[in-house]
């Protein structure tokens, strides 16, 4: 029996997993302010973080759950691996703050 033919069928009914929730999140930096201000996402999804400023920013986790520095003019994309509403704001300039809830 052609071995490809189990494969394509297990696909087709679902039995092979598939990260379907998967999905990659833009959160841009641009003249101080976080956008969006709150988004929802999932454990597992990616993170762009996109700075538009030509100075530094970073989006530092008030839990600790993560701190990502970001170049001016870069973007740095992070996965998310822990679950929770957690407000997030920039070391330099603690005026951008924003939340991100992430469901598991
Ligand atoms: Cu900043």
Redesign the pocket.
């Known amino acids: 029996m052609w071995p490809g033919r189990h494969l394509v069928l297990a696909l087709a009914l679902g039995l092979i997993a598939v990260p379907a929730h998967a999905a990659t999140i833009q959160i841009v ?1 641009e003249n ?1 302010v976080v956008a969006p201000a709150e988004i929802s996402a999932r454990v597992g999804d990616t993170i762009e973080w996109v700075n538009k ?1 030509v ?4 989006a530092t986790a008030r839990n600790g759950d993560f701190d990502v520095n ?1 170049p001016p003019k870069k973007t740095v994309t992070s996965v998310l691996n822990k679950a929770g509403t957690v407000e997030y704001y ?4 603690p005026n ?1 703050k924003a939340v991100l809830k992430i469901e598991p």
Do not use: V
């Open positions: 930096m101080l400023d100075f530094a920013h970073t970001l920039c070391r330099f300039h951008m």
